[in-house]
């Protein structure tokens, strides 16, 4: 009895790291976005328009699997190896305080839309993967929802997200380019720093 | 319903406002220091946007107040029965761009919604595996190869490339609403699906509101890549990223 037990003790042990793998890039963003719809589904704030609550679900279940780093490096640009490492950590910090803000803000929009996810062909040696889920809503166009991730040691992070074609890292290019010229790398921080502030003093 | 009362009143204020823009815009075009490629006649387009901001303010009340206050079985209805008259056209567009797997199975959405849907009401198609396509004659031109051409930002119509333009144009030539005999009831199907167009884009208001530095900017970039990403059809080619990637 005793030697049965500690062999399925054993057999445990030794099957626990198997489970303990690191998900998926599709696995992983269908468990992180259904974990996110149960909450907003269930949560009468978020669908009136807290923003609050909405930042705090994203900041808990949504930023652990984003690279901030590489994103805010794909929206600067060329003008990225200009920064010193003190800016790069300054604007990694402030575009992702835009960004939880810009993506919490689209949560409160929801209603009663549901996700389809596309399936995802994996070699399993890739390092560079895009995800595809498809937003349906009644009456309107399905809207495609894109996470572009790579691959960080063991975990998979994402880098952009894609919504109808359209990369919300990408879609700052000009803007940031633009802000550089005119204004440096300091310039486009204190552009940033003031564009977050505005947005915390008009939220709820 | 408010539809051609809505439209008889923009128009009565848009056309001095259209009017001062484009000379505003003329001048101003020839002033504009940051020269975008993308966007040649930046100038008039901001002169542009300025007056459809101006009309949205009309059209944005009434938009919400169809959204709050039509109940949601009414807005599929609506969605789906103009969903259901464009799905023709998207049929032709992706027969002509030689896609005709997607092409039949439009045509098939058609037959499908317009009888078991009750005249496009309900889409019964999408319930079936019958996918919803959507395609214009603008991204017909693209697959044809037909360049972008310069941005342009038109009033009410709002952003298009040159090519997306003239699109819009054959879109609209061949727009069963706008073939409808009998006027106010083309003004009225014309200014509901206007609205319902409206209304479905009050979502992203908020966060194009919120996550832009400059409107303008922010719509002319996101129009962009939305409409190349929609002419290869949800995969466009991923462009060579130029950052130093370091992490």
């Given amino acids: 009895m005793k030697s049965l037990l500690s062999l399925l003790l054993l057999l445990f042990v030794v099957a626990a790291p198997a489970f303990a793998q690191e998900a998926g890039p599709d696995v992983l963003v269908k468990k992180v976005t259904d974990e996110v719809l149960t909450v907003v589904r269930q949560d009468k704030d978020i669908q009136n328009g807290h923003t609050r609550k909405a930042v705090d679900l994203v900041e808990n279940k949504v930023l652990p699997h984003f690279n901030f780093q590489h994103m805010t490096a794909l929206a600067v640009g060329r003008d990225w190896s200009k920064a010193t490492p003190e800016q790069k950590k300054h604007l990694a910090d402030e575009f992702k305080t835009l960004l939880v803000r810009t993506y919490s803000n689209s949560l409160t929009s929801y209603k009663n839309q549901t996700v389809v996810y596309k399936p995802t062909k994996l070699q399993g040696n890739e390092t560079d993967v895009i995800v595809k889920t498809e937003i349906q809503q009644p009456g309107n166009k399905p809207v495609q929802l894109d996470y572009a991730l790579e691959k960080q040691g063991d975990a998979w992070k994402v880098y952009d997200v894609i919504v109808a074609g359209i990369s919300l890292v990408t879609n700052y290019r000009d803007t940031f380019a633009q802000e550089i010229r005119a204004n440096g790398v300091d310039g486009l921080v204190l552009m940033l720093v003031n564009k977050n502030k505005q947005l915390e003093a008009g939220k709820k | ?247």
């Fill in chain 2, 1 to 247: 319903m408010k539809g051609p009362f809505v439209r008889v009143q923009i128009g009565k204020r848009v056309f001095p406002l259209v009017f001062a823009a484009a000379v505003a815009g003329a001048l101003s075009g020839c002033a504009t220091t940051a020269n975008n490629p993308k966007d040649p006649y930046e100038g008039f387009n901001r002169a542009m946007f300025a007056v459809n901001e101006g009309i949205d303010v009309v059209v944005k009340p009434v938009a919400k107040g169809y959204d709050e206050a039509a109940p949601l079985p009414v807005k599929a209805a609506v969605g789906n029965f103009f969903g259901n008259i464009w799905d023709v056209w998207t049929a032709v567009n992706n027969l002509a761009q030689g896609k005709g797997s997607q092409g039949l199975s439009d045509v098939g959405r058609v037959l499908v919604n317009t009888t078991i849907g009750i005249g496009g009401a309900f889409d019964v198609a999408s319930e079936m595996g019958l996918e919803k396509h959507s395609e214009d004659f603008g991204q017909t031109l693209g697959v044809w190869g037909v360049a972008d051409g310069p941005y342009f930002y038109w009033p009410i119509i709002g952003p298009r490339t040159t090519r997306d333009t003239l699109g819009w144009g054959v879109d609209t030539y061949v727009d069963p609403v706008w073939r409808v005999n009998d006027i106010p009831l083309r003004n009225t199907l014309a200014g509901v699906r206007f609205i319902d167009m409206r209304a479905s884009l009050l979502a992203s208001d908020k966060v194009v509101e919120e996550a832009a530095f400059d409107k303008y900017n922010y719509i002319r970039d996101a129009y962009l890549q939305h409409r190349r990403s929609e002419i290869y059809d949800g995969n466009p080619p991923r462009e060579a990223i130029d950052a130093d990637s370091s992490k």
